[in-house]
């Protein structure tokens, strides 16, 4: 099966890198023109809103300002990028 590596760069320079299956990659492309690493990074930064919600309104842990000024700051990047809320892209609004 043919795979495709991404490489991801911190802003200090560390680098980690992800191989997936380039059919994955392709499944998830929204449109023709595309990139696949326009892809991959619509992935993440829906993966990590998803999850800084999840950490703020489903955990029972204690949430402190901080924390909700990240996953606010999550949720504008998303909507800024996709063009609608978290809650209208993914129907779980609170």
Known sequence: MDEATFTI?????????????AGLVDLFAEEDDESN????GDIALMAFAQRAHAVVHHS??????ELEAIEQAALDQFEERFGQTFGEATGHQH
């Open 9 to 21: 760069e911190d802003p200090d320079g560390n680098t980690d890198d992800v191989t997936l299956p």
């Open 37 to 40: 690493a326009q892809v991959v």
């Open 60 to 65: 029972e842990e204690q949430v402190d300002d």
